[in-house]
């Protein structure tokens, strides 16, 4: 069973700057890409950044930068350096990836549990 765990959230304030990670564990053969999405309240979830196996990034507008995604040298790992953070960062970070287990079968998508950034003002 493949699972997403996210870790680094917490409460900040504005200006201040947060690291999530996102390591992905279980039966892996190889992963696509790899990124964090974002739901505020009362928002839909939005992309906020992503990193593809080739090491390709794309980030959302309103982040671009302030925030960096990298990934470990293993690539299953994902982590989002967050800087300059505003009160319109908060919101509940989820951790994306999309692998298989299996290289006949076709990619999957997963999601983490979610992790709460708080941002004060």
């Known amino acids: 069973q493949v699972q997403l765990v996210e870790s680094g959230g917490g409460l900040v304030q504005a200006g201040g700057s947060l690291r999530l990670s996102c390591a992905a564990s279980g039966s892996i053969f190889d992963i696509k890409d790899m990124g964090w999405y974002r739901q505020g309240p009362g928002k839909q979830r939005e992309l906020v950044a992503v990193i593809t196996s080739g090491g390709t990034t794309n980030y959302a507008d309103s982040v671009k930068g302030r925030f960096t995604i990298s990934r470990a040298n293993a690539k299953s790992t994902v982590y989002l350096q967050m800087n300059s953070l505003k009160a319109e960062d908060t919101a509940v970070y989820y951790c994306?990836?999309?692998?298989?287990?299996?290289?006949?079968?076709?990619?999957?998508?997963?999601w983490g549990q979610g992790t709460q950034v708080t941002v004060s003002s």
């Open positions: 994306n990836a999309n692998l298989r287990a299996n290289p006949l079968l076709p990619f999957i998508t997963y």
